[in-house]
């Protein structure tokens, strides 16, 4: 079984700074790009930031210059800094990464649960 565990979400002040931190554990290969997404209310859920097996990295124009995503691929963590956060970055923020499970038999995206990411005053 392959899991996806997200930590770091909670609530914060407009300006301050949160760093999320996926884990993945089980059967799993990861074998292509790591990083986050988020949804909020009413809207679809968007990509964030990836991060490539060789580190290049595309971020989500809204998010350019203010988050940073790392992965350290011995513990098949992917990390998220955010800095600089405001109001509209509120959304529940999850992890995903491409992978291959023998008890898949191919490769995949898996998906966290999802942490929820509140800024606020």
């Known amino acids: 079984q392959v899991l996806l565990v997200e930590s770091g979400g909670g609530l914060v002040q407009p300006g301050g700074s949160l760093r999320l931190s996926c884990a993945a554990s089980g059967s799993i290969f990861i074998i292509g790009h790591m990083g986050w997404y988020r949804q909020a209310p009413g809207n679809q859920r968007e990509l964030v930031a990836r991060?490539?097996?060789?580190?290049?990295?595309n971020y989500a124009d809204s998010v350019k210059g203010r988050f940073t995503v790392s992965r350290d691929n011995a513990k098949t963590t992917v990390y998220l800094q955010m800095n600089s956060l405001k109001p509209e970055d509120t959304a529940v923020y999850y992890c995903?990464?491409?992978?291959?499970?023998?008890?898949?038999?191919?490769?995949?995206?898996?998906w966290g649960n999802g942490t929820l990411v509140t800024v606020s005053s």
């Open positions: 991060v490539t097996p060789t580190g290049i990295t």
């Open positions: 995903n990464v491409e992978g291959y499970s023998d008890s898949v038999g191919y490769a995949m995206d898996y």
